[in-house]
DNA sequence: CTCCGTAATGTTATGTTGTAACATTGTGTT
DNA sequence: AACACAATGTTACAACATAACATTACGGAG
């Protein structure tokens, strides 16, 4: 189920079982960000759709929409790099761990693996040494993508 | 040597041997960073500076002193909060390990610790086998300060 | 089916964060 | 003293994000 129509559907029955509404124009800023296949920021989400959809929204409903999005696990703001992604699992019904994204710096693409727990747990005794508790601790790290690496050596 | 005199003399001392120089406006800057005694925007660090030094300083001149205090690894830009903070470690001379950040999402209090290079290790394969190289590692996470936590419980 | 309340979207204005471009001033060197 | 370059000042604007209020769409009660 990796194309793009059946996320779509996955992300319909979710919303209808959350008894919330996958409008037209969400649905049509989710595609974007997936289809896109990177992250984006808002204002080059509003173009990408422009461009892709001939959709004209405003910067203000693209931000509900993406705010709408992330309440459903459907999209995910990466603020290392101030931009947005579509959940990579939207279509797969097991738990995950916690999320660890990879965010190209060069071209934005981004991969959402998961954290071991004995490395998370590692990560959470340091913190609790120093007397934080960790919240929302999904990581961001700044990477190269392989292809990105290439073109650079 | 943990008074501010004795770490803005180290951060001295430091630009001199890389030639270059530790003017009196980021000098300023450095100790509104380091009195905070946690993140502040660029704005607040302006503010801060107007109210404690009666310092005026524009947008354009506290984003060009980060950026040099960056460089001269005496501040870091926290981007999970689009913060500022001076680096905790100005006035110790041994090496360190991968820098995490623990941010209070409440307080702005920032922690700067260190990661247990096993930890990096297990992040830095997940990653390369994902096919992503990490660059410029470390890492900023999400917390609640002891004091904030005790505050809501 | 109609009416109503709420959810969603539209519209306008504005707040916040960050930078580009060019002018001026300061500092060390010859 | 003259020069070169670093630092700062000044103005304007780009990019990111939200507040406040108007309008439209939609689902449920009657």
């Excluded at 919303?15 to 296949?37: A, F, M, N, P, W």
Aim: a negative charge; hydrophobic letters at 40%; charged letters at 25%.
């Amino acid at each position: 189920m990796n194309n793009i129509h059946g996320i779509i559907e996955q992300a319909e029955q979710q919303c209808k079982t959350h008894r919330t509404r996958l409008t037209e124009k969400r649905k049509q800023v989710l595609s974007g960000l997936i289809e896109s296949d990177k992250a984006l920021s808002a204002y080059e989400l509003i173009d990408f759709c422009k461009e892709n959809y001939g959709l004209n929204i405003s910067a203000m409903s693209v931000y509900r929409i993406l705010e709408f999005l992330e309440g459903e696990h459907l999209a995910h703001k990466l603020k290392l790099a101030n931009k947005y992604v579509s959940c990579a699992h939207i279509s797969c019904t097991h738990a995950h761990g916690v999320a660890q994204f990879l965010i190209c710096s060069e071209c934005s693409k981004v991969k959402e693996v998961y954290i071991k727990p004995t490395t998370m747990a590692d990560l959470q005794k340091t913190a609790q040494d120093a007397g934080f508790m960790l919240i929302g601790p999904e990581l961001e790290m700044n990477c190269l993508c392989d292809d990105c690496l290439a073109q650079v050596a």
